[in-house]
């Protein structure tokens, strides 16, 4: 065994088509009053709702419109207190389960967001056990249905920060893949492509170790075969639960083995900009291999992390000759392919540039790169992308 390792995740999980529909069941034995946070689109959550309150749970709806804020979780936190909740239950794409994950722990923990709140906020620790908490995520994805933090943006700032205790792990994930095939191609291709950097970054990273390892290598095959598919037909049942899987995967691998310089950058960039995180991930994905690749044969020639790029690009293009460069080639195929608009779609310009290199070089993300890349290369990133 390479290294000792510790393994964190939700309490419980459950894979499936129409596992939805076990939530109720689930739920009753968790509380009564749930916060029932979602998307913008409320009624999508409807069959959901029916369900619990037949169950005996009474649901209190939140929705949530695009990434969540302090505010939001200010907000939502004095509604729940005000309607006695004792239970989160978060259905959406990755907004919505942070959303529900930050609202189940301040609802058990005194004060407001900015009193525990990393970087921006006054990071007291959490002390008190997250409410429980059921996480069910819409997209492939974010993997943050098995994850211990949840990211908030401070528009005030213009930076994300996180909320972060081992209790925030979810007491329930459902990863249901009938609930992905009305995504939108965007979104599904923006998402999907983040769950790829999500399993890339932890398997190359620093902080690797063999039980992640084993969910990256099989979340990393079963991505690159269905995200053609999933982008030519939303309706393939087998690729939309091969990307749930992948997705799933990679949040077990990101929660217990770290990411690397997509999200160094996915921070600042984030704050900064109205671009969806997936977006910007899968603009950064292949820059940021090609980069690291360059900078490891530059400097760093006997890395194992070599070895492991050139295993993602076995794993990508299914041939056993593959070397290291052709997991960037892959990569950039596929964001072309799937029409990942480049990073000036949203507003990102030169001038920018200097402000996301030094914000990103102290990213916490940057740490689990695998080789520390100067401020010239981290200028190359943004700029290609
Ligand atoms: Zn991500």
């Known amino acids: ?19 939805v529909r076990e939530v109720p069941a689930a739920a009753a034995t ?10 913008a689109s409320p ?18 709806p939140w929705p949530v419109a695009g990434e969540p804020t302090v505010e939001t979780v200010r907000r939502g936190n004095e509604y729940a207190r005000a309607e006695r909740c004792d239970l989160v239950i978060a259905i959406g794409g990755g907004s919505a389960i942070d959303a529900g994950k930050a609202l189940a722990v301040m609802l ?10 990393e970087v921006i906020g006054r990071g007291q620790p ?9 996480a069910i995520p819409t997209t492939s994805g974010t ?3 098995v994850t211990r933090n949840a990211v908030l943006a401070s528009p005030q700032h213009r930076v994300k920060a996180s909320l972060r205790a081992s209790s925030m792990l979810p007491k329930l994930a459902v990863v249901d893949p009938e609930l992905t095939l009305g995504l939108p ?28 390892d084993l969910f990256c290598m099989e979340g990393i095959r079963r991505a690159a075969g269905a995200l053609p598919r999933v982008w030519e037909d939303g309706g393939d ?18 929660a217990n083995a770290g990411l690397g310089a997509v999200h160094g950058f996915a921070a600042p960039l984030g704050g900064m900009f109205p671009a969806p995180h997936g977006a910007i991930c899968a603009a950064l994905l292949p820059h940021v291999m090609e980069i690291n690749i360059q900078a490891l044969r530059a400097r760093a020639p006997a890395s194992p992390a070599l070895g492991r790029y050139a295993e993602v690009a076995r794993l990508l293009t299914g041939r056993s000759q593959a070397t290291a460069e052709d997991s960037v080639r892959w990569t950039a195929e596929i964001c072309k392919r799937l029409e990942i608009p480049p990073l000036r779609a949203y507003g990102v310009a030169e001038a920018d540039i200097p402000t996301l290199v030094e914000k990103a070089a102290q990213a916490s993300s940057m740490k689990g790169n695998p080789i520390e890349l100067t401020p010239e290369e981290l200028r190359q990133i943004v700029e290609r992308g």
Do not use: H
């Open 1 to 19: 065994m390479a290294m000792p390792f510790e393994f964190a995740t939700a309490a419980r999980i459950l894979f499936g088509e129409g596992k």
């Open 126 to 134: 959490l002390k008190q056990a997250s409410a429980p908490f059921i």
């Open 143 to 145: 993997g943050s249905e």
């Open 185 to 212: 191609r965007a979104v599904t291709a923006s998402t999907g492509l983040d769950a790829l950097t999500q399993l890339i970054e932890p398997y190359v990273g620093l902080r690797s170790n063999p039980m992640t």
């Open 237 to 254: 049942r087998q690729a939309r639960a091969d990307m749930s899987w992948a997705s799933l995967a990679g949040g077990l691998a990101l």
């Open 30 to 39: 968790m509380g009564r009053r749930a916060l029932v946070v979602t998307g």
């Open 108 to 117: 058990a923990n005194p004060g407001e967001p900015l009193d525990y709140l």
């Open 43 to 60: 009624e999508r959550a409807a069959p959901l709702v029916a369900g619990l309150e037949a169950a005996g749970v009474a649901c209190l």
